[in-house]
């Protein structure tokens, strides 16, 4: 038990620590270097219809483009969806984007971290904003406490509206 606890408490430092360095825009790069797995995935939910304006939304985003893995020349790496996601969607986050440690959910034996985020967000083409709650899932934590897996919910449908039309 005392090793699921040492565990759990490992996962949610690390979820912690990376939703503020997110939350105060650090560069992705350096995000996925210092808080993932070397071979991280990232899958943001919603209708793969939508990649027409959300090009971030609905694929399965896999490894880095740094470490030479497989996907990295196929556009769809952990860098390609922070890359489309800023290329597409501004943040704006304030001092309640990232909820207190001691609200993060833990599940050592599942091995998952849910976080319940809060923030701004812009449409880099037009401008037109929206504040939404948005949802972390973080897994597949290695023995150091990396994540391996990032899991997001977040309003396609804000987003899409905000985007406009192509």
């Known amino acids: 038990m005392a090793d699921s606890k040492v565990k759990g408490e490992l996962m949610r430092s690390t979820a912690y620590s990376f939703c503020k360095a997110f939350a105060a825009g650090s560069p992705p790069s350096e995000t996925l270097d210092e808080y993932f797995t070397s071979n991280p995935k990232i899958l943001e939910h919603g209708p793969k219809w939508a990649n027409l304006r959300l090009p971030f939304l609905g694929i399965k985003f896999r490894g ?7 996907t990295a020349t196929s556009r769809r790496t952990c860098d390609d969806y922070y890359e489309r996601l800023a290329s597409t969607l501004s943040f704006h986050p304030h001092d309640k984007t990232v909820p207190p440690k001691e609200d993060f959910m833990v599940d050592a034996e599942k091995g998952t971290v849910t976080i319940k985020l809060h923030a701004k967000f812009a449409s880099v083409k037009t401008g037109k904003d929206w504040e939404e709650d948005f949802v972390y899932v973080l897994s597949d934590f290695d023995e150091e406490g990396k ?17 406009g039309e192509d």
Request: aromatic content about 8%; charged content about 15%; cysteine-free.
């Open 64 to 70: 880095r483009r740094s470490q030479g893995s497989s």
């Open 147 to 163: 994540i391996g897996s990032q899991e997001l919910w977040a309003d396609p449908l804000s987003a899409w509206v905000a985007v």
